[in-house]
């Protein structure tokens, strides 16, 4: 297991260097996520937590849906800094957690759990089933896991790391044992410099 500081290291340096515009994960409108949102018909008081959600703009989009219990978690103190900045008086409104998604230890639950682009850097078989039982344990029964990673046609690395691509079969796998897929979507991600991307989105219920 890579310890926690080289990791930090890395993002915190992504997080100092460059502008969110410039990041190729960059999206103006989390269109895919927000999407999911809808069609699930996530209650306005619901707890959303978005895991490695960075300084993406997917808070800031449910606030103004009116989205009243958010928790953003990311390992980059830098990242959750930055998007702090940005929100101004309306961060502090939402829960912020500096913390490893490998090693998460939640400490509440949830209805929404929203992972785009930050799963798919754990690739030891010990941090992702750590990963799965943590959500699973973490989100209520009857609530939702959105994961959306690179597929098996995407990049085979982000932000210079290596990550694990998955298929929707992949994902399927990783967190059938406690929760039943719902949805599934192919997306064509275009990156601020014009390159395709593509990721598997698939969302989940968990059953028990
Ligand atoms: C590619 S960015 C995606 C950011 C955001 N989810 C989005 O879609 O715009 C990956 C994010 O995951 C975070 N991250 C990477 N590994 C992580 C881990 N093990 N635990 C928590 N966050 C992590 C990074 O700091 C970064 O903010």
Known sequence: MEA???????????YTTKKLEESS????RPNISLGFIQQLSVAKDAAIIDVGGGDSLFVDHLLDLGYQNITVLDLSPKALERAQNRLGERAITVKWILADAAKFEPTEQYDFWHDRAAFHFLTTEADI???????????????FLVIGTFSEQGPKKCSGLEIKQYSEQDLV????????KILYQQVDHLTPTQAIQQFTFCAFQRTH
């Open 25 to 28: 994960w960059y999206q103006p």
């Open 129 to 143: 089933q750590h990963y799965a039982q943590t959500a699973a344990q973490a989100i209520k029964p009857g609530g």
């Open 4 to 14: 926690i500081g080289t990791k930090q290291a890395h993002w915190d340096q992504v």
């Open 173 to 180: 796998q990783v967190f059938e044992n406690q929760f039943k």
